[in-house]
């Protein structure tokens, strides 16, 4: 069976509060787009067959094969199910690091793959909530579809977001954002519009209002993150943002622009179009 997990923006990304537990409470419009992956799962029929088989191409992956979150999720899967042993085989194609959320959507293809290669008749909240053991938001890409994210990601609520007719662009230099000290860089508050105010509006009104709090302070630590949201804009974005913590910019197009636009030296550069 093969699957093409594919990747999120955060439209908007607000921390509004600070838990018990030390994780932080958000608010954001999380929207998938076509950026993929592409994940192959094959029951192992060998003799001797190990248990299950990671093997991973195309861009780095941080991490040994055992916690990457396909891995756990098959084990995590096997635990409850005894499932047959298995191969698989992930092109990687979302680069990572980048606040679009490849590791997320790898994790949950995996359960939902697994669950329909061995018909386990797992119904979404199942699958979701298998999902969201392994990362905040990785109950998202159960779905797949557009949803206003709250607590710590993981409760979703499904939206109607328009953004057929536009293009996107993705852009991520070669940065790391730690996100641990982002957080603690930032002071959780409300924000001045909420983002369900603005989910029905169109993106030209965004600008400005539509906001990621982790932008502030990890622009300033790595300025080429601002620089590239500001030749986005500066190219025609209907909006522009950080993705997540960084540290991918995308930007929102009614007319694609010519490539020389994009001229970023040293950065993934990604162009699709939403359906």
């Known amino acids: 069976m093969i699957v093409r997990p594919n990747a999120k923006i955060n439209i908007g990304l607000n921390i509004v509060e600070k838990r018990p537990d030390g994780f932080h409470n958000l608010e954001s419009l999380m929207v998938p787009f076509g950026l993929t992956d592409e994940l192959k799962l094959t ?33 995590l899967i096997n ?28 994790c949950a293809f995996t359960i939902t793959a697994l669950n329909k290669l061995f018909d386990l008749k797992l119904s979404v909240d199942a699958m979701q909530r298998y999902a969201s053991m392994l990362g905040s938001d990785c109950a998202l890409f159960v779905q797949n579809k557009p949803a206003f994210a709250t607590s710590r990601g993981e409760i979703l609520k499904p939206v109607n977001v328009n953004l057929s007719g536009y293009s996107i ?34 993106p030209e009104e965004w600008r400005g209002k539509m906001v990621n709090d982790f932008e502030a302070p990890i622009f300033e630590m790595h300025p080429i993150l601002n620089d590239i949201k500001t030749a986005l804009y500066n190219a025609g974005a209907a909006y522009a943002s950080m ?5 991918a910019i995308y930007g929102l197009f009614k007319q694609m622009p010519d490539d020389e636009c994009f001229k970023f030296d040293g950065c993934f550069i990604w162009k699709g179009k939403f359906k």
């Open 43 to 75: 029951e192992n029929k060998r003799i001797g067959a190990k248990k299950f088989e990671l093997v991973i191409d195309g861009l780095p992956v941080d991490g040994s094969l055992d916690t990457n979150l396909v891995s756990r999720a098959y084990h």
């Open 243 to 247: 993705s997540g913590s960084g540290s």
């Open 169 to 202: 662009v993705i852009v991520k230099p070669n940065v790391h954002v730690n996100t641990a000290q982002a957080y603690k860089l930032l002071t959780p508050h409300r924000p001045e519009t909420p983002i369900t105010e603005l989910i029905d509006k169109k």
């Open 79 to 106: 635990a409850d199910y005894s499932l047959p042993p298995v191969r698989a085989v992930l092109k990687k194609q979302i680069p990572m690091g980048a606040g679009l959320g490849g590791g997320s959507a790898d």
